[in-house]
């Protein structure tokens, strides 16, 4: 049971940074366009047929742990399982809605196949003994930012010294906001407040000076509301660029069954492709296959997905969604280490370096054989 005690120490960071470095909304998706009409059961444009041209006869069960309630790092399985590609893939989809067990620990249980999770959080489960490996990334950048107040005096991070941080009490958020700052010249001293949730709203009152929104939805949602948001991205100041959202796997799953972990992931990376490429109908897709979810903000997942859409989020340099690299895992994962901040089972910082190469595989994208 030695895994199950590593996720007791990798669960903590692990849930912890999904809400804001790892990459998905903090409180539970505000509601998306109800007012779309529901797409065709097959889109006209869609890209062309699942890596099988007719189902299988015996469909391989593939449970997908989510990280949060539904949201737009999620659009691409919706829109696949919408499509029908799984189907003709020989995938029979189950989505395993968010609970208290993180997609990490359920993965690493064997409770689920594969999961939403990210770069620094599965660094963290890969540390303390969990077997997973990220099989593509589902944001291909960093998709969160330092924000302050537009209307307010701070121009730039070594403006925050001295300040308030409105924070979720994540084990990287300090380490982060002290090496940007720093890098801007600054001393990266600040005040932290604990807030979780309501670290947005602190700052949209003027209770605290700056927090981390995740600009694909919070931001979104800030701008709709009509509060400008002045961002620092960390990229801008020497910060490594990470995979934010990742889709992860049991590497014993992957292992025992690769041509269904093949077929999958094919079916998954036609989604985000298509997400991508669409975004208000992929959009549409998320909210027509999770009904009354989005009610409270009907355009927020619309406006969302032409974020990440237009923004470049999606699909690397080259146009190609799901890719990742050595170098931005390295980068980004050793800082983690650097800092401290990798623990094994027993709690106790690593003393060595992790193989890096071995978090990610492209093995399983399409036209990797």
């Given at each position: 049971m030695?895994?199950?005690r590593?996720?007791?120490?990798?669960?903590?960071?692990?849930?912890?940074?999904?809400?804001?470095?790892?990459?998905?909304?903090?409180?539970?998706?505000?509601?998306?366009?109800?007012?779309?009409?529901?797409?065709?059961?097959?889109?006209?444009?869609?890209?062309?047929?699942?890596?099988?041209?007719?189902?299988?006869?015996?469909?391989?069960?593939?449970?997908?742990?989510?990280?949060?309630?539904?949201?737009?790092?999620?659009?691409?399985?919706?829109?696949?399982?919408?499509?029908?590609?799984?189907?003709?893939a020989?995938?029979?989809?189950?989505?395993?809605?968010?609970?208290?067990?993180?997609?990490?620990?359920?993965?690493?249980?064997?409770?689920?196949?594969?999961?939403?999770s990210?770069?620094?959080?599965?660094?963290?489960?890969?540390?303390?003994?969990?077997?997973?490996v990220?099989?593509?990334?589902?944001?291909?950048?960093?998709?969160?930012?330092?924000?302050?107040?537009?209307?307010?005096?701070l121009?730039?991070?070594r403006?925050?010294?001295?300040?308030?941080?409105?924070?979720?009490?994540?084990?990287?958020?300090?380490?982060?906001?002290?090496?940007?700052?720093?890098?801007?010249?600054?001393?990266?001293?600040?005040?932290?407040?604990?807030?979780?949730?309501?670290?947005?709203?602190?700052?949209?009152?003027?209770?605290?000076?700056?927090?981390?929104?995740?600009?694909?939805?919070?931001?979104?949602?800030?701008?709709?509301?009509?509060?400008?948001?002045?961002?620092?991205?960390?990229?801008?100041?020497?910060?490594?660029?990470?995979?934010?959202?990742?889709?992860?796997?049991?590497?014993?799953?992957?292992?025992?069954?690769?041509?269904?972990?093949?077929?999958?992931?094919?079916?998954?990376?036609?989604?985000?492709?298509?997400s991508?490429?669409?975004?208000?109908?992929?959009?549409?897709?998320?909210?027509?296959?999770?009904?009354?979810?989005?009610?409270?903000?009907?355009?927020?997942?619309?406006?969302?997905?032409?974020?990440?859409a237009?923004?470049?989020?999606?699909?690397?340099?080259?146009?190609?969604?799901?890719?990742?690299?050595?170098?931005?895992?390295?980068?980004?994962?050793?800082?983690?280490?650097?800092?401290?901040l990798?623990?094994?089972?027993?709690?106790?910082?690593?003393?060595?370096?992790?193989?890096?190469?071995?978090?990610?595989?492209?093995?399983?994208?399409?036209?990797?054989?």
């Amino acid at each position: 049971m030695k895994i199950l005690r590593a996720l007791a120490v990798a669960a903590l960071a692990a849930s912890l940074v999904a809400g804001c470095f790892g990459g998905g909304p903090t409180p539970p998706p505000p509601p998306g366009p109800t007012g779309s009409a529901a797409p065709s059961a097959r889109s006209s444009s869609a890209p062309s047929a699942s890596p099988s041209s007719t189902p299988l006869a015996n469909p391989a069960t593939v449970r997908l742990a989510l990280d949060w309630t539904p949201n737009t790092d999620h659009t691409a399985f919706f829109v696949a399982d919408h499509e029908g590609w799984y189907a003709d893939a020989g995938i029979r989809l189950q989505i395993l809605p968010y609970a208290t067990a993180t997609p990490e620990t359920l993965m690493a249980a064997h409770q689920a196949e594969c999961g939403i999770s990210f770069q620094d959080s599965l660094t963290f489960a890969a540390a303390a003994g969990a077997d997973l490996v990220s099989v593509a990334a589902i944001l291909q950048k960093t998709a969160s930012a330092i924000g302050v107040l537009a209307s307010g005096p701070l121009q730039r991070p070594r403006d925050l010294d001295g300040k308030t941080y409105a924070g979720f009490g994540y084990p990287n958020e300090v380490p982060t906001l002290k090496a940007v700052i720093q890098a801007d010249g600054g001393k990266g001293d600040f005040t932290v407040a604990t807030l979780d949730a309501a670290a947005y709203e602190a700052l949209y009152q003027n209770k605290a000076d700056f927090t981390i929104p995740f600009t694909a939805w919070e931001g979104v949602e800030a701008s709709q509301r009509g509060i400008p948001i002045r961002y620092f991205q960390f990229s801008d100041y020497g910060f490594p660029e990470f995979y934010q959202v990742v889709l992860a796997c049991d590497r014993q799953w992957l292992d025992a069954n690769p041509d269904a972990a093949r077929r999958f992931v094919t079916a998954s990376v036609k989604g985000m492709q298509f997400s991508n490429d669409h975004p208000t109908e992929a959009a549409a897709m998320l909210v027509a296959k999770n009904p009354g979810v989005f009610d409270a903000n009907p355009d927020l997942p619309n406006a969302s997905q032409k974020f990440l859409a237009f923004g470049g989020y999606l699909v690397d340099a080259s146009g190609m969604a799901g890719t990742q690299t050595l170098q931005r895992w390295t980068a980004y994962s050793k800082f983690l280490y650097d800092q401290g901040l990798l623990v094994d089972a027993d709690g106790h910082p690593l003393t060595a370096p992790l193989d890096y190469g071995k978090l990610f595989t492209d093995d399983f994208l399409p036209g990797s054989r």
